[in-house]
């Protein structure tokens, strides 16, 4: 699978890209498995095509509504009715296409005869200067032995 270019000679490589992944990984039959499906209006692979493609463009939603680069077909409303809708499973999608990712993709890029892993790593994210950030916690530092103010990431591999 190639890169995914940062500028945008045409305007279209990023779009291009997306939809290649999209069909290739069938986000629109994981989008259904976890009822992210519409009844009537925009199909919901055009607005997650466009949440999707924004992740690397170089503006923000909020700001493509600003100077009026936003040229889709649906209104803001759409998208936060697809986000906010409490019927769709977003963590089973995340889930679905991360098991696909990695049978479909990166299985056969390794050899049979080694052994599959998985690695849990429970890092220190140390945020010791800050003191009114909300989730903001006492954590034990495995490599310092001391505890320290900051978060606990859950990396898993």
């Given amino acids: 699978m190639s890169s995914i270019p940062q500028t ?3 305007g279209n490589n990023v779009y291009d890209f997306a939809t290649k992944f999209m069909k290739r ?3 629109g039959k994981l989008l259904f498995k976890c009822n992210a499906g519409k009844e009537k209006g925009i199909p919901v692979m055009d607005v ?3 949440l999707f493609c924004m992740m690397f463009s170089d503006r923000s939603f909020y700001m493509q509504m600003k100077t ?3 040229g889709e077909r649906f209104s803001k409303n759409t998208i936060y009715r697809l986000l906010n809708n409490a019927r769709t499973n977003w963590q089973r999608f995340t889930t679905l296409l991360s098991a696909d990712i990695i049978n479909g993709f990166m299985k056969p890029l ?6 599959d892993v998985f690695i849990i790593d ?3 994210f140390d945020r010791s200067r800050s003191k009114k950030v909300e989730p903001l916690a006492r954590v034990f530092d495995h490599c310092s ?3 320290r103010s ?3 990431m859950l990396t898993l591999g």
């Fill in 48 to 50: 997650f095509r466009f």
């Fill in 150 to 152: 900051g978060f606990r």
């Fill in 25 to 27: 990984f069938h986000l």
């Fill in 110 to 115: 390794t050899d049979e005869k080694r052994k």
């Fill in 122 to 124: 429970d890092s220190l």
């Fill in 68 to 70: 009026g680069t936003f």
């Fill in 8 to 10: 945008t000679d045409n």
């Fill in 145 to 147: 032995m001391k505890y």
